[in-house]
């Protein structure tokens, strides 16, 4: 199994994830316009998640619900940037806990024979939000959501 890089490199206010994954680029990139495989696996395993508004277009808007079970909702929105390709999707994101915090992530789709690179640069209005959002454990959620994907591609991929 692959395993997930985080790089938040000290004074930047920039966040790096990579990964490669045994997939092709165009099915990576559906996993991350598809609501229907988005949902499997984006996120932490112990919540599940609602999309309430996804509009992968220049200037869509979308709107997800993580959902811990014991009624305690974490929302989070955002607005796309230039139409989403299986080059690059580009998207804002804010926590709705954290109003006014808001990073601008680009995600990357390399693909190399069988494997696929992504690479998630997150760019943070500061040090100190980049920091507070590390802080937060996503860490340990960015490791799920990415152990979950490649479990999801697993069940995507074709067998020869």
């Known amino acids: ?18 990964r490669e994954f045994f997939a092709p680029r165009d099915l990576l990139f559906r996993a991350y316009i598809d609501p229907d495989l988005l949902r499997q696996w ?12 996804f509009d992968p277009r220049d200037g869509g808007i979308w709107r ?11 929302g989070f929105h955002g607005v796309f940037h230039g139409d ?18 808001v990073c601008l992530e ?15 640069n997150t760019v943070y209005q500061s040090v100190e939000d980049r920091d507070a959002a590390v802080a937060s454990g996503m860490e340990e959620g960015i490791n799920e959501s990415m152990e979950r994907l490649d479990e999801l591609l697993g069940r995507l991929v074709p067998v020869n």
Do not use: C, N
């Open 1 to 18: 199994m692959a395993k997930t890089q985080i790089i938040a490199g000290p004074g930047s206010p920039q966040l790096v994830v990579t």
């Open 42 to 53: 984006l996120g932490p395993r112990r919540m599940t998640m609602t999309i309430d508004r």
């Open 64 to 74: 997800f619900i993580h959902s811990d079970g014991d009624d305690t909702d974490y």
């Open 84 to 101: 989403p390709s299986r080059e690059r999707i580009v998207w804002t994101f804010e926590s709705e806990d954290f109003p006014g915090h």
């Open 106 to 120: 680009t995600v990357t789709f390399g693909e190399r024979g069988d494997m696929t690179a992504v690479r998630q």
